[in-house]
């Protein structure tokens, strides 16, 4: 009889209205990373894994990006009910930030009216794709204004070095106690 | 010279009559946050980020403008007044339009830095998202009013030091802002000597330099400090 070994925590990276920046700096992590893929298993990334809908029972989750559309508000959902602790993964998930600078224009219609209409040449028309293309949410919002939140990794984008002393914690099964210039600061 | 004696957290001290709270804990090397008091300038008590607490009062009193007596006992980092300083600061990112990431005084800002401070890893208060404008009238100088925190250390080092006064306050409550002249644009207001101490003080990225982009923007308040010294010395040559 082979010994039970513990499970490995099973990790998803989610994308919603964010530059990838955030990801992109998860890659930062480089040879960490091949720990991190003994350490873990990746259920879900649109940079480590093929899944395309979000699995049941995951441990963690990294949540990049602002909630802008109705996509992500969907995916938004999925995440919560089906994750463990989740870590709202930059700026952009936990102010709003650079996605959320539209909503100094009041409301999904004027957006669309300026980027499609007042700034395109004379052959400009509105989006209109129901199903395909997903609509706008009136303002964009950061992620715990919409589902509880467990952690919170600030920067824009939070260097890899900050990335790893969240994870660290958290595979072992913990919570991440972050403070001081180096794992808390905006921008 | 009289001196009264008090106890600050465990340090007992004895200072001038009339030393304010925030200076006797300076001299005694305890740090307090602070955000609009600015050396230099007068003191206004507008951010509340140095509240401090008294033994014997529930009330609580900010230290830039509290002068110490005998026998207080103050304390300077309670739990109380560390969830106070969060919550203000968590107030001044919601109530405005804070987007470090593309600010021109990213890395050199107070407010960033003291959310660092306070522990601020994300805002429990919903953000406002206001509508906002910038003053791009000037010159040399652009007002970003989507970053002003109100700390009104514009309006004081223009008034009280450059004696030009082009700054104040106008409007009420959520419409509260920095005005240039009787509201006018800043670059028509032909009081301003364009001596750039309002962008010097500017603990935020609200005042900046035109050519400045992101993160290029470094306050100095040490110049105000350092004229000041020299004003009240007549020290002129170092
Ligand atoms: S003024 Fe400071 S807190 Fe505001 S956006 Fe700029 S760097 Fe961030
Ligand atoms: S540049 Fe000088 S004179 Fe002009 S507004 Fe600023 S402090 Fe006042
Ligand atoms: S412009 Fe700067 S100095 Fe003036 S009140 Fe706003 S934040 Fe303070
Ligand atoms: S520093 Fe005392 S109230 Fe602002």
Redesign the pocket.
Known sequence: MSQATPRKPRLATVWLAGCSGCHMSFLDLDEWLLELADRAEIVYSPVGSDIKTYPKDVDIALVEGGVANTDNLELLHQVRANTRTLVSFGDCAITANIPGMRNLLRGSDPVLRRAYLELADGSGQLPHAPGIVPELLERVLPVHELVPVEVYLPGCPPPADRIRAALEPLLRGELPHLSGADQIRFG | MSVCTLRINDHDLAVPLGTTL?QAARQAGIHIP????LEGLS?????????VELEGSDRLM????TAAAEGMRVHTDTPRLREIRRTVIELLFTEGNHVCAVCVANGHCELQNLAVEVGMDHSRLPYRFPQRGVDLSHAQYGLDHNRCIL?TRCVRVCDEVEGAHVWDVGWRGEHCQIISGLGEPWGDVNACTHCGKCVEVCPTGALFHKTDTSEEKQGHPERLQALMHARTHQQWNP
């Not at chain 2, 602070?34 to 008091?37: A, E, H, I, R």
């Not at chain 2, 003191?43 to 509240?51: I, M």
């Not at chain 2, 900010?62 to 403008?65: D, L």
């Open positions: 925030l602070t955000l609009c008091f003191a206004v008590a507008a951010c509340r980020l140095c509240l900010a230290a830039c403008v700390c």
